[in-house]
């Protein structure tokens, strides 16, 4: 069973940054973030390989947003850049196997708990 930690989420001003961590439990993993607004479904952000050769990202964030791993430590991280209102939202880590895509959420076995990132316009 693998456990997800998300820290880092809190409350910053648009234009701002903010860094979001997540320790993993267990055996390495491709990993992504998604985020969920109210009223929306949960939202592909990034991903990462699990030698972190490999990311993606969502347009949106792209070029202010970056993901990161230290499979030493058996964390993910996202830095996030330049802020905006519609970044708004719980973020999640999430962990996936070797099937699947790497921007559906179905397709990732473990979640972390989420953590709340609010951006003040």
């Known amino acids: 069973q693998v456990q997800l930690v998300e820290s880092g989420g809190g409350l910053v001003q648009a234009g701002g940054s903010l860094g979001l961590s997540c320790a993993a439990s267990?055996?390495?993993?491709?990993m992504g973030w998604f985020r969920q607004a109210p009223g929306k479904e949960r939202e592909f952000v990034a991903a990462?390989?699990?030698?972190?050769?490999?990311?993606y990202y969502v347009d949106s964030v792209k070029g202010r947003f970056t993901i990161s791993r230290d499979n030493a430590k058996n964390t993910v991280y996202l830095q996030m850049n330049s802020l905006k209102s519609e970044d708004t939202a719980v973020y999640y880590c999430?962990?996936?196997?070797?099937?699947?895509?790497?921007?559906?959420?179905?397709?990732?076995?473990?979640w972390g708990q989420g953590t709340q990132v609010t951006v003040s316009s």
């Open positions: 999430a962990a996936r196997g070797y099937s699947g895509v790497y921007y559906s959420p179905e397709s990732y076995d473990y």
């Open positions: 267990g055996r390495t993993y491709d």
């Open positions: 990462i390989s699990r030698s972190g050769g490999t990311t």
